[in-house]
């Protein structure tokens, strides 16, 4: 199976990305189809529908080369684990996780707007450049259960809800310095905006299970190892970084968002501290498909 397209996603990296779709409402993605697989009349009627499933690829598992073109050769884990149970394990298939025997995810995104083959989603849990299968309609009168159960591990996510968020004195400024250079691209309309875009993401504690467990720096260069859909933690940043162990309040973490990296500390009793924003990539020209294309059409839903 070829995608038919690809996210643009205010997630850069897997780090942040949330554990399950519409938890971050101001979570924005830009969903582009490939002209030459899916004409633009295959999207009529689209934005009609408030919702849409998304059948896509976890294109950043780091086995996906080998298990499509060696399947039977290739290994997976037949019990994960899973951040609620705080590092217990369930089978792969009872639970969200990426690495999977076939690596392919479905999620639910709010249509915010369609324009040629473009969809503007929010609530979205990809990360960018994800490959995309498939777009169906969400239907709430067969698409939701009634009556639906599921264990007790998984009801709610207050388990990683953290207290509070609130941001440095210095943050205002640093975001400034690099919304002058990120602002034709985002997907967002002010600094204001995605200021409060941040504040959704932290509300979540988004580190791994060995972060939460044994506070410790991780490098940038490996900072790609986070929150990937319902991404089950087997310590592979262990492997993969160094790390200095240090208390709570020494500890700085990072979050690349749009480009821009977000360094934050939390302290023991899930505190959250936004120290600043530093631009540290470009994300390329996507100011054809940012927040300003899509305005008009965001005010016309108002």
């Given amino acids: ?25 101001l979570a924005r993605a830009c969903l582009v189809l490939d002209p030459t697989r899916v004409p633009a009349e295959g999207l009529e009627g689209l934005a009609d529908y408030s919702h849409c499933w998304i059948l896509y690829v976890f294109h950043l598992n780091t086995d ?10 290739s290994k997976f884990k037949a019990k994960v684990r899973v951040p609620r149970l705080e590092g217990g394990k ?13 690596p392919i995810g479905l999620t639910v995104a709010k249509v915010e707007a369609v324009d040629g083959h473009s969809i503007l989603l929010s609530g979205v849990d990809l990360v960018d450049d994800t490959p995309v299968l498939d777009i169906k309609p969400y ?3 067969s698409d939701s259960v009634e009556g639906a ?19 440095s004195p210095e943050f205002a400024s640093s975001l400034s310095s690099c919304w002058v250079h990120t602002q034709k691209q985002s997907l967002y309309a002010s600094a204001d905006e995605f200021r409060s875009f941040i504040e959704e993401v932290l509300a979540w504690d988004i580190r791994s299970l060995s972060q939460r ?36 309040a020494d500890v700085i973490y990072h979050l ?33 498909r940012g927040y300003f294309m899509w305005r008009d059409k965001l005010e016309q839903k108002k």
């Fill in 1 to 25: 199976m070829n995608p038919i397209g690809v996210v643009q996603s205010c997630f850069s990296t897997r780090n942040g990305t949330p554990r399950q779709p519409l938890l971050v409402p």
């Fill in 64 to 73: 996906l080369d080998k298990l499509w073109k060696e399947p039977s050769r």
């Fill in 90 to 102: 369930m089978g792969v298939l009872a639970t969200r996780s990426p690495h999977r025997p076939c």
């Fill in 139 to 141: 239907l709430p009168y």
């Fill in 149 to 167: 159960t599921v264990p007790n591990w998984v009801k709610g996510d207050n388990k990683l809800a953290v207290r509070s968020v609130s941001f």
């Fill in 213 to 248: 467990s044994r506070p410790h720096s991780v490098d940038m260069r490996s900072e790609d190892h986070g929150s990937y859909g319902d991404l089950e933690e087997d310590d592979q940043d262990e492997r993969l970084c160094d790390l200095s162990r240090d208390s709570h």
């Fill in 256 to 288: 690349l968002l749009e480009g821009i990296d977000v360094s934050y500390r939390i302290d023991e009793k899930c505190n959250v501290v936004v120290e600043k924003a530093t631009l540290v990539c470009n994300v390329g020209d996507r100011s054809s």
